[in-house]
């Protein structure tokens, strides 16, 4: 029954969070932030099926199924950013490394994540929405079996650790999404993948999660 209710719910919010990305305009950051309940968080069980990664050169697609993710928020008012941070990104409340695959028949590469900082950047509160970046975001990833596919996601450089990737998040049902434009991810140091990905590649990331804690959702909101 819950599953059910679930499903309905996210089915509703994924509509609500569509409205108003036109509108959404260059905002400076908020100062402070306030994060109930905060701790410990992870995705719900899955709500993140079929993540991938697009090579926007070649079109190749790096897709990892049912994959989760878990941190921890802050908690409180006047907190400043990151307002939290993604410790873990693995499968079934396992951390990394977590297996993905190149392209629709190539063999699969283990993805090993360092930790990921969560930054709050506007707020609109007439949709309960807030709009932000995980950043920070370095990755090394390299083939199993006989596939020698390895390299690196990062920002600007292999070594940088400024990777970006933006989002939004829905109060109501802790849904978070992410934006395929925007961000600066980028291949680094790839070898063995027969051109299906590239270095110096832009990347875009199509991910979605359902978040809580404690099996209740994190509201992040801005006076």
């Not at 390299?151 to 990737?165: F, K, M, Q, R, W």
Request: net charge positive.
């Amino acid at each position: 029954m819950r599953k059910h209710v679930l499903a309905t719910a996210l089915a509703g919010a994924a509509s609500a969070l569509t409205v108003g990305l036109g509108a959404a305009s260059a905002v400076a950051a908020t100062a402070t932030w306030t994060v109930t309940p905060g701790g410990k968080f992870i995705s719900t069980d899955n709500s993140g099926r079929n993540q991938r990664l697009t090579d926007t050169s070649t079109g190749t697609e790096i897709l990892c199924r049912d994959l989760q993710i878990s941190g921890t928020f802050k908690s409180g008012t006047g907190l400043t950013n990151p307002v939290g941070r993604i410790t873990s990104v693995g499968y079934n409340n396992f951390p990394g490394p977590y297996t993905c695959t190149v392209g629709p028949s190539s063999g699969p590469i283990s993805v090993t994540f360092s930790p990921i900082g969560f930054r709050a950047v506007r707020y609109d509160a007439t949709r309960g929405l807030t709009y932000g970046a995980f950043v920070g975001i370095h990755a090394t990833f390299s083939g199993l079996s006989s596939f020698t596919c390895s390299g690196v996601l990062d920002g600007t450089s292999a070594t940088a650790g400024n990777g970006l990737v933006r989002f939004k998040y829905l109060d109501s049902f802790g849904l978070l999404q992410t934006f395929l434009g925007g961000g600066n991810l980028h291949l680094y140091n790839v070898s063995g993948c027969g051109g299906l990905i590239n270095s110096g590649d832009a990347l875009t990331v199509r991910a979605s999660f359902v978040l809580a804690s404690h099996g209740r959702v994190n509201t992040i909101t801005s006076p």
